[in-house]
């Protein structure tokens, strides 16, 4: 690790509102044994997986080419405006799947967690615009936590997120257990929830703890990098569960779905 990173850990760790979750990441890191085994995971996934283009075709043709041509137009703009700045943000979630479900749903209440540069807070929140067209007033809360290993990491949190789409858009930045409580309170009931922060079996659990009452039966839930461990393998078969869930691959990573857009569509 380089000296720059360290003394950017360090500048994080001397914030009193990071030092805990910092802290707790190291902890979880050393004791959580359910991130061990993954095989039986990863042998369901493969078994599982589909292609999320088909099956969005075959919901909405139009709309999924709207969505192809939307994922392009946000790779432009990410690519003029990541190239003007010095750090390396990584990259988006499946964005063109993000957008679909958004104009597809047309959700009340979208939360998501992990922002980073903000591909995914970008889709939500132009879909959620596209869909005020036709009357809907769909709202996006959004839970991240600085980038600790680069220097000033809040001043980069969505810095793909324009102005003109920042209206519907409530950014938490304090890590999700604080965030989600936080939005917990601040709603009434959560329509779709897209996980993409702390890739953790833990951290997920927690996650799915801490909005338990606000998520309905008509909840659309995504879960990203679910290859990582059994969080959301487990979560589609315990007996509680009778949603159905769909299984995606994307770039050599998979994404859960649980619940059915179809059944689901307002
Ligand atoms: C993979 S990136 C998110 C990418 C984003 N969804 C997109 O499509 O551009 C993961 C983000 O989660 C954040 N994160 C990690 N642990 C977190 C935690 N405990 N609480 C909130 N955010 C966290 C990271 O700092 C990072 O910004």
Known sequence: MSNHVLINIAKQALNV???????????????????ENNEANLRWLAQQQ???AEYAQSLDAELWQESLA???????????????????LGGGGFYPLIYFVTRYLKPQTVVETGVAAGYSSHA????????ADSGADGRLF????????????????GILVPEDLKARWHLFIDGDA????????SVSSVDLFHYDSDKRYAGREQAMQALKTKLSDNALIIMDDINDNSF???LCLSEQQK?????????GKYIGMLGELALLKR
């Open 17 to 35: 509102k990071r030092l805990p979750v910092l802290l707790g990441k190291v902890f979880q890191r050393l004791t959580d044994k359910k991130q």
């Open 232 to 234: 959301f393998m487990d």
């Open 50 to 52: 589909q292609d999320f």
């Open 70 to 88: 939307y994922a392009k137009s946000l790779e432009a703009h990410a690519n003029k405006v990541l190239s003007n700045i010095d750090v390396t």
């Open 142 to 157: 959004s839970s991240d936590f600085p980038y600790f290993r680069i220097e000033n990491p809040e001043k980069y949190i």
């Open 124 to 131: 939500f929140l132009s879909g959620l615009q596209k869909n």
């Open 178 to 185: 604080k965030n989600l409580s936080k939005i917990a309170q």
């Open 243 to 251: 949603q159905p869930y769909r299984i995606f691959e994307f770039g």
